[in-house]
Each structure stands twice: as structure tokens, then as C-alpha cells.
């Protein structure tokens, strides 16, 4: 389906793209790109298996390319799109980056950092979950229905 463009939905589809680069080689199907003034200026995939780095989650990777696009590593008026809720990891490193908005997909019940509280992202930022929810998690449940 054709999302309006700059629209939730479109660049939701933009990280489901990244997801699939992610299947494709065989790592846990998440992917991200962030956001400035309806460009893209980060994108990223899971590359843990890949790189062999515990850290290397969709977001990590995404915020590392943002950062270098921008020259700038304070992300305030970016908005993180996201296929899967962040772990405690990814935003705790959000907070750091001070990132605008988080959207994300599917919410995770057993990583994801909502489970916290307080909540571990910066104060300023700003959350929508659900975008596209059935379209993420069906691509993680398949992912790991064949891994099973």
C-alpha cells in the first residue's frame, strides 16, 4: 500500500525496509531511520550476528548515521522511526541523543523500554507506538516461527 507521503505510515515503511535487509542476512528482523524535516538522515538494520557486536541494534546504527549526516550528536528535532519498541539499551542511548520523537511498530513486552519507570528517555521526547503494528510484528513472528 502507497502511505501519503511524510506521513507516519511512509517512513514507517521506509524502516520496514531496513527490517528486511536485516531478514535477509539472516539477523532479528528490526529496522530504523531517522528523521529531520521529512529527509531521512539515518538508517539503519540489526547487525548483531554480522558485525558480532551486542550493541549493533537497528537504532544504535541509525543514530550513528544521523549523528554523522548532521555533524551533531544531539538529535532534538529528529523523530526515530522504528519497527520494534527500543530495549532499555536503544533509549537509553535516545536520551543521550536527545532525539525529538520515537515512533515504533510493534511493542516489545519483554525488552522494550516501556516496561520502565521512570522512563528512560529524555524528558522532551515524545512517543507513538502502533504505527504499523501488524506489518512489524508479523515480519518478527515469521522470523522467528523458522528459527523454531
Known amino acids: 500500500m502507497a502511505w501519503p507521503v511524510f506521513s507516519k505510515e511512509y517512513f514507517m515503511q521506509e524502516a520496514l525496509k531496513e527490517a528486511f535487509k536485516a531478514r535477509e542476512t539472516d539477523e532479528v528482523p528490526v529496522g530504523a531511520v531517522i528523521v529531520v ?4 538522515v539515518g538508517r539503519g538494520y540489526n547487525q548483531t550476528e554480522t558485525l558480532n557486536d551486542v550493541t ?24 526515530l522511526y522504528v519497527t520494534l519498541e527500543p530495549c532499555t539499551m536503544c533509549a537509553g542511548a535516545a536520551f543521550w541523543t536527545q532525539i525529538g520523537s520515537i515512533v515504533y511498530g510493534a511493542s516489545d513486552p519483554k525488552r522494550g ?8 528517555l529524555h524528558p522532551a521526547t515524545t512517543v507513538t507506538g502502533g504505527i504499523l503494528e501488524n506489518e512489524c510484528s508479523q515480519l518478527l513472528k515469521e522470523f522467528f516461527r523458522k528459527k523454531r
Open 113 to 120: 523500554f516501556s516496561l520502565l519507570s521512570p522512563s528512560p
Open 37 to 40: 524535516n521529512n529527509r531521512i
Open 56 to 79: 549493533a541494534h537497528a537504532e544504535m546504527l541509525a543514530f550513528t548515521s544521523a549523528a554523522g549526516t548532521l555533524n551533531s550528536k544531539y538529535l532534538d528535532e529528529c523523530t
